[in-house]
């Protein structure tokens, strides 16, 4: 017996109509249970493999969900980032769970319709954008007539679009007491001072430092994200201070590990002379000399909340943001 090319050629042998195989093989209902195992299992017999890709077409449904990553703050930063890499794998993994392939792409905004033109392209189903960048006022914008889309980032009052993200603020307070805590009296923040989240984590830093009645002693150093550029902007900031921190805050787990590099080369040791924390809880950070203490964004549990609330949002359903609790974790660089 030949094996079927269509649900047309299927249904004859099965001696059914093509929408009862159509709704057998989808899952869809209105077909017995045992039609539908009978219909199953003469389609595996005969090795019988639909056409998902005309099915899609006719549904209007790609099961694809696009990640957008936009670098207007930065566009040294590639998409061979480790965080983008770390949050991408997780999404990937959340999607599959339902059916759905991740696609990928790094945007370097150029006008105010970046997030539509992609949206509407026919490609996705749903947009996933990591990182508000200073795209704020466009990612709000789009959000207004464009529904299934989730953004990993901070919060801001009143705003309209769905965002996942750690509270930065609350992230920013936890690293600058931790240092406190540990002794440093001299502490700088190094990283990006742009955007939502970073704007935040350094809001966060001041704020605890202010409570602790020492808001006036914090060193600015803004900085890259990307690793080797990060590093060349540690090497001159920090060079070029009259008196070395003790304590430094990076705004991301890169930075962190750029920032001890850095360190490494001006003779200076951590944490003994001087103490790194990063902000992000990447994988990464566990297996750099030494060991780096961070502020864990929980970005798997994340993940999986943006892919929940886009799939609900995909469906027609209202959503609400999330703010996840962030969590130190200790290590060897403290």
Partial sequence: ????????????????????????????????????????????????????????????????????????????????????????????DALADHGYDLLLSRVIPSDGRWIENYARSGRVDGVLIIGQSNQ????????LGYHPMVVWGGQVPGQHHCSVGSDNRAGGMMAARHLIEQGCRRIAYLGPVEGPEFGARLDGVQQALAIAGRGEELQIMPSHCEP????????????ALPVMPDGIVAASDVTAISVIRALGTLGLRVP???????????????????PLTTIDQQLRHGARVMVDLLLKRMAGEPTGSVLIDPQLIRREST
């Fill in 272 to 290: 003994d002379q001087v103490k790194v924390i990063g902000y992000d809880g990447l994988p990464l950070g566990e297996l750099v000399t030494p």
């Fill in 136 to 143: 704020l006022a466009v990612i709000e914008a789009t959000s």
């Fill in 1 to 92: 017996m030949n094996s079927p090319t269509n649900i047309k050629q299927l249904a004859e042998m099965a001696g059914v109509s093509a929408g009862t195989v159509s709704r057998a093989l989808s899952g869809s209902g209105r077909v017995s249970p045992k039609t539908r195992e009978r219909i199953i299992t003469l389609a595996q017999k005969l090795g019988y493999q639909p056409n998902l890709l005309a099915r899609n077409m006719r549904m209007r449904k790609t099961s694809t969900v696009g990640m957008l990553v936009p670098l207007g703050h930065d566009d040294l930063q590639h998409l061979s980032d480790p965080f983008f890499n770390t949050m991408s794998g997780y999404l990937a």
């Fill in 228 to 239: 080797a550029a990060a590093y060349d902007d540690a090497l001159g900031l920090l060079r």
